[in-house]
């Protein structure tokens, strides 16, 4: 249910309006089949759209909770995207939250839309695993701030989902967790990205309205692009950290994976802003104010570093891509400065790693984690000398200073979010990409501590999605979810879902 070829903009509107209608009928939204009167589907609606059935009163939290439940059960475990299910925890909420709607009391979009949480998030009452086997029965005594605040918002915690053992910081294949590996839900001989691979399954199938996952070097703009979903990468220091697993005290980030731009929004608007908790926070929140359809002029450069290397279909949609942006922006080639971004980025992870994981060597839980090189590898961040360390700590700021500038001309950067589709599950990274886990500009940008946005722009190899990814300046997240909500309103790529 998709135009066949990608790279013809008259084809895609012409998809859009059949897939479109075919999405409505299919999900409830619209009622021409007599199969589909019975009971309303709420998978792959956007949160707007669920957030005004509920004040309606053509659904309530209850409704939602029981129904994505299900899906989890079903959909996200097979997909091995579930670590936890808290159903009972999640009704109690669900009730609670009806009783207050009921009352008038609004807490806002997210008030009754269940969500779930990449297991290295701390929750009460619930194990944090970290997607690490020797760690499946971990407890915390308190939330992370990030649930809180999503609490205060009204949203409701269903499930914890499964992520790459301990956030990824040395795998080499798809088979790296105790919960097996992340399968995409679009082909399920492909992977759906790590380190967030729970979060990109269960979001891109339909079992949660929205999930939060976490990014030390592409660990939410992977699997959504993978997965065919939005995700954003925040600003260093917009999002608290506190009551989650640190990797990398310097490059951590939490951040939301949604179905549009809009949704990712919404969602920061609630989780962003200072906390005493982790005094790396920026000082400022953040207000959600989607900017209308209208020619936005914008100024985007465009990074083609790599491009001869991505497989035809990626090349192909993102040259589509550059067309409709250029609906509404201005479009200039741009190089990045020749600078090891990352092999910088290699010794700062794999230094603040080893050190963030010490205690796990000591007591031999990494001795019993599932992939080889995970046992392994950690080893090798205890031999890296300080000097080392610090040399890459003075490279970075000189990396910080040059990305930076070259906002001083735009307002936002654009480049294909990934150069290949998701890997099969039986492949390692190295037979897949070659040596280069990551790209230079995915290291520039996390370096930098900047945000991106990452959208589905088209199909590629084994009817795999792939992504746009938007990149701003630091605290520019209003900008580029704008430009990126401005491209999901002319393209019809984030209403295609794959079936159950």
């Known amino acids: 249910m998709r135009p ?19 999405e409505r009928v299919r999900y409830g939204v619209a009622t021409g089949r007599a199969e589909h009167m019975e009971r309303v589907e709420y998978a792959f ?14 659904a309530t939290p209850v409704d939602l909770v ?34 207050e709607l009921r009352a008038g009391r609004d807490r806002g979009p997210l008030h009754g839309i269940p969500y779930g949480v990449k297991d290295l998030v701390a929750t009460v009452g619930t194990p ?18 990030i649930v809180k605040r999503l609490r205060d918002a009204g949203a409701i915690l269903v499930s914890k989902l499964a992520l790459v053992e301990l956030a990824g910081g040395f795998y080499n294949q798809p088979n790296a967790s105790f919960t097996g590996p992340g399968i995409n839900p679009w082909n399920v001989d492909a992977w759906s990205g790590g380190s967030s691979s729970g979060s990109g399954s269960a979001v891109g199938a339909g079992c949660v309205p929205f999930a939060i996952g976490s990014d030390t070097l592409g660990s939410i703009i992977t699997p959504s692009s993978y997965c065919g979903i939005a995700g954003l990468r925040p600003s260093y220091g917009r999002i608290s950290r506190h009551g989650a697993m640190a990797l990398s005290w310097t490059l951590d980030k939490l951040g939301p994976m949604c179905l549009t731009a809009d949704d990712c929004g919404l969602v920061l ?10 005094p790396t926070t920026l000082p400022s929140s953040f207000r959600h104010t989607p900017s209308p359809p209208p020619a936005l002029g914008f100024r985007l450069g465009v990074v083609r570093e790599g491009l001869e290397a991505a497989q035809p279909e990626v090349r192909r949609n993102f040259e589509a891509s550059l067309s409709v942006l250029s609906e509404f922006g201005a479009l200039e080639d741009i190089e990045l400065p020749d600078l090891p971004y990352i092999q910088t980025g290699q010794i700062i992870i794999a ?30 961040g205890t031999q890296i000398p300080a000097i080392d360390y610090l040399r890459a700590m003075r490279v970075r700021r000189s990396i910080r200073t040059q990305i930076n500038s070259l906002f001083r001309r735009y307002d936002g950067i654009v480049s294909p979010t990934s150069l290949q589709v998701a890997s099969p599950l039986t492949v390692s990274f190295d037979e897949y990409r070659g040596k280069a886990r990551w790209s230079q500009l995915s290291a520039a940008c996390s370096l930098s501590g900047i945000p991106a946005v990452t959208v589905p722009n088209g199909f590629g190899e084994r009817e795999l999605p792939t992504g746009l990814q938007i990149i701003g300046s630091t605290e520019t997240e209003r900008t580029i979810l704008a430009v990126a909500h401005a491209y999901q309103q002319r393209t019809s790529w984030h209403v295609m879902h794959p079936n159950d």
């Open 66 to 99: 029981e129904y994505f439940v299900k899906r989890l059960e079903t959909i996200g475990r097979r997909l091995n995207a579930v670590v936890t299910i808290d159903r009972d925890g999640a009704l109690r909420e669900a009730h609670f939250a009806l009783e």
């Open 45 to 58: 609606l956007p949160i707007r759209k669920l957030a005004d059935m509920l004040r309606r009163g053509e």
């Open 128 to 145: 944090t695993s970290w997607g690490a086997g020797p760690l499946r029965d971990q407890q915390f005594d308190e939330d992370a701030t």
């Open 269 to 278: 608007e609630a989780i962003a802003g200072p906390d005493i908790g982790d």
């Open 4 to 22: 066949q070829d990608s790279s013809h903009l008259a084809s895609l509107h012409a998809a859009s309006a059949i897939y479109g209608c075919w």
């Open 351 to 380: 230094a603040e790693a080893a050190a963030a994981l010490e205690s796990l060597i000591d007591n031999g839980v990494i001795a019993h984690l599932t992939a080889l090189e995970d046992r392994l590898g950690i080893f090798a």
